[in-house]
């Protein structure tokens, strides 16, 4: 089969990133991303590249060159699908919020309806690449679908989880680790997998494409992010034994990650990890262990998660607690929303969880994160459901001003890393707070002594 048309199905942080370069890198190759948001299909048409609906470093630059040529922002879903010969899966997958598997479990709806929608237009041989993470064994419930269509199409499923990280993607994906692809292991399997390594080898070197069969592939990205998140947690453990016996976990982390074995990366503690893929991913794992019956490695991996919920919650706690354990009507302001820089992400975002704390607390929470306005921040905490929608808004406020957002404040709670954030006239900012002037650095980006000797009374995390 000669590959001379993709479609992307899922115009969200992993299909438009990705289908952009692979866009670049193979002018040969017309993509189509569909997505059946007409609004985000439009922001993606806009005009102006700079207003496409993710901020992602180098990713408008690289929309600006391959748009209109042959990168396609569509609504027309069936067309798209019947035109391709690959069709890459890449909508999203968020953890069930109802039924069997509630608040664990993977929510397959969208998957399906992908796999039904394919089912329903295919006219000739298609290979299915599923780019969400999925579950182990998604890929046996997709084909289920597609092979009983009863129309004599042939359908290749495809397991190649993308690996990029959220702020790096442009990156990540210009010059990834590995490439990972699994398939069947049938001739015609090995066939689909060799279409769509040809596909990356146009940037990526061939040693760096791996293949395996299709359940390992899937674990794999399970097992990936499971990993990430563990050593997040594993340092973020260790923060609070360092807060009450006065070591300091940058200098830990320091002397652990130079020892080879361990290596220096995912050692920042922090206030918590956010995302939409670790904790979603690690549930993910857990339910399928659980579904096994193998309780201790559920129970193993499900720590990862707790701890990361601690972390938050210890976060707001020591805010309440060092302001004379009442933030009642204070003025508590945020640096960063977002769940790591660089990104207007902010799902499962730390800043949401300890704002909705101190809200309960009764605090009036402001707000400033480069990249997020007061619309995102207000549907992020409705999506909590703890108060009503008015009820939140009556409560945070975002500005579009840092110094302006920490005016009058009894404290200042950096949440997200922001460079920006190091870099600011910090004297500014205390001269305008009340005092004792406090810094809560969630981030550890803060220099402790400079932030002390301006007057401000600094904690940060692990030290
Ligand atoms: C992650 C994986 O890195 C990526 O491979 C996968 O494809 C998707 O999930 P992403 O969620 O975009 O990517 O961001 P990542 O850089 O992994 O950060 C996740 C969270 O962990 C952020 O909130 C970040 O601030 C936090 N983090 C990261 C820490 O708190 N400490 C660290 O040392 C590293």
């Given at each position: 089969?000669?590959i001379?048309?993709i479609?992307c199905?899922?115009?969200g942080y992993v299909?438009?990133p990705?289908m952009?370069?692979?866009?670049q890198?193979?002018p040969?190759?017309?993509?189509?991303?569909?997505?059946?948001?007409?609004e985000?299909?439009?922001a993606?048409?806009d005009?102006?590249?700079?207003?496409?609906?993710?901020?992602?470093?180098?990713l408008?630059?690289?929309?600006?060159e391959?748009?209109g040529k042959?990168?396609?922002?569509s609504?027309?879903?069936?067309?798209?699908?019947?035109?391709?010969?690959?069709?890459?899966?890449?909508?999203?997958?968020?953890?069930?919020?109802?039924?069997k598997?509630?608040?664990?479990?993977?929510?397959?709806?969208?998957?399906?309806?992908?796999?039904r929608?394919?089912?329903?237009v295919?006219?000739?041989?298609?290979?299915?690449v599923?780019?969400?993470?999925?579950p182990?064994?998604t890929?046996?419930?997709?084909?289920s679908?597609?092979?009983?269509?009863?129309?004599?199409v042939?359908?290749?499923?495809?397991?190649?989880?993308?690996?990029?990280?959220e702020?790096t993607?442009?990156?990540d994906?210009l010059h990834p680790?590995?490439i990972?692809?699994?398939?069947?292991?049938t001739a015609?399997?090995q066939?689909?997998?060799?279409?769509?390594?040809?596909?990356?080898?146009?940037w990526?070197?061939?040693d760096?494409i791996?293949t395996?069969?299709?359940?390992?592939s899937?674990l794999?990205?399970?097992?990936a992010?499971?990993?990430?998140a563990?050593?997040?947690?594993s340092?973020?453990?260790?923060?609070e034994?360092?807060?009450?016996t006065?070591?300091?976990i940058?200098?830990?982390a320091?002397a652990i990650g130079m020892?080879?074995?361990i290596?220096?990366?995912?050692?920042?503690?922090s206030?918590?990890f956010?995302?939409?893929?670790?904790?979603?991913?690690i549930?993910?794992?857990v339910?399928i262990?659980?579904?096994?019956?193998l309780?201790?490695?559920?129970?193993?991996?499900?720590?990862?998660?707790?701890?990361?919920?601690?972390?938050?919650?210890?976060?707001?706690?020591k805010?309440?607690k060092?302001?004379?354990?009442?933030v009642?009507g204070?003025?508590?302001?945020f640096?960063?929303?977002a769940?790591?820089?660089n990104?207007?992400d902010t799902?499962?975002?730390?800043?949401?969880?300890?704002?909705?704390d101190?809200i309960?607390?009764?605090?009036?929470?402001?707000?400033?994160?480069?990249?997020?306005?007061?619309k995102?921040?207000l549907?992020?905490?409705?999506?909590?459901e703890t108060?009503?929608s008015?009820?939140?808004?009556?409560?945070?406020?975002?500005f579009?001003?840092?110094?302006?957002?920490?005016q009058?404040?009894?404290?200042?709670?950096?949440?997200?890393e922001?460079?920006?954030?190091?870099?600011?006239?910090w004297?500014?900012?205390?001269?305008?707070?009340?005092?004792?002037a406090f810094?809560?650095?969630?981030?550890?980006?803060l220099n402790k002594?400079?932030?002390?000797?301006?007057g401000f009374?600094?904690h940060?995390?692990?030290?």
């Amino acid at each position: 089969m000669e590959i001379t048309k993709i479609c992307c199905i899922g115009a969200g942080y992993v299909g438009g990133p990705t289908m952009a370069v692979i866009a670049q890198k193979c002018p040969h190759l017309t993509i189509t991303v569909v997505d059946l948001n007409q609004e985000r299909i439009d922001a993606w048409n806009d005009e102006n590249t700079d207003n496409i609906p993710i901020f992602e470093p180098g990713l408008s630059a690289v929309v600006a060159e391959t748009r209109g040529k042959n990168l396609f922002f569509s609504n027309a879903v069936e067309k798209a699908i019947e035109e391709a010969q690959i069709i890459f899966i890449s909508v999203n997958t968020p953890t069930k919020t109802y039924g069997k598997g509630k608040g664990m479990a993977a929510d397959l709806k969208y998957i399906e309806l992908c796999a039904r929608q394919i089912a329903k237009v295919a006219k000739d041989n298609k290979i299915v690449v599923e780019k969400s993470t999925l579950p182990v064994r998604t890929a046996e419930a997709i084909k289920s679908i597609l092979d009983n269509t009863g129309n004599g199409v042939q359908f290749q499923i495809l397991s190649n989880p993308e690996f990029l990280a959220e702020g790096t993607a442009i990156s990540d994906l210009l010059h990834p680790d590995r490439i990972l692809i699994g398939g069947d292991q049938t001739a015609e399997g090995q066939k689909a997998i060799q279409a769509l390594t040809d596909i990356y080898a146009n940037w990526v070197p061939r040693d760096k494409i791996l293949t395996t069969n299709v359940w390992s592939s899937e674990l794999s990205k399970l097992t990936a992010n499971a990993f990430l998140a563990q050593r997040i947690s594993s340092i973020n453990a260790l923060t609070e034994l360092c807060e009450k016996t006065g070591a300091d976990i940058n200098e830990v982390a320091r002397a652990i990650g130079m020892d080879s074995r361990i290596g220096p990366k995912f050692l920042k503690a922090s206030v918590g990890f956010g995302g939409s893929c670790f904790k979603k991913d690690i549930l993910n794992l857990v339910y399928i262990a659980k579904s096994y019956g193998l309780n201790e490695t559920a129970a193993y991996w499900e720590q990862v998660i707790i701890m990361n919920d601690h972390q938050k919650k210890r976060f707001a706690d020591k805010i309440v607690k060092t302001l004379y354990n009442t933030v009642a009507g204070k003025k508590i302001s945020f640096l960063g929303w977002a769940f790591k820089k660089n990104t207007n992400d902010t799902r499962e975002s730390a800043a949401i969880y300890i704002a909705d704390d101190l809200i309960n607390e009764q605090a009036a929470v402001c707000v400033y994160d480069p990249k997020v306005n007061q619309k995102k921040i207000l549907s992020d905490l409705d999506y909590l459901e703890t108060r009503s929608s008015q009820e939140n808004a009556a409560n945070v406020q975002s500005f579009d001003n840092p110094f302006e957002a920490c005016q009058g404040a009894h404290a200042v709670a950096v949440l997200t890393e922001w460079e920006e954030f190091a870099h600011y006239d910090w004297k500014k900012i205390y001269d305008a707070m009340q005092k004792p002037a406090f810094v809560f650095d969630g981030r550890n980006i803060l220099n402790k002594k400079e932030m002390q000797k301006i007057g401000f009374v600094y904690h940060g995390i692990g030290s």
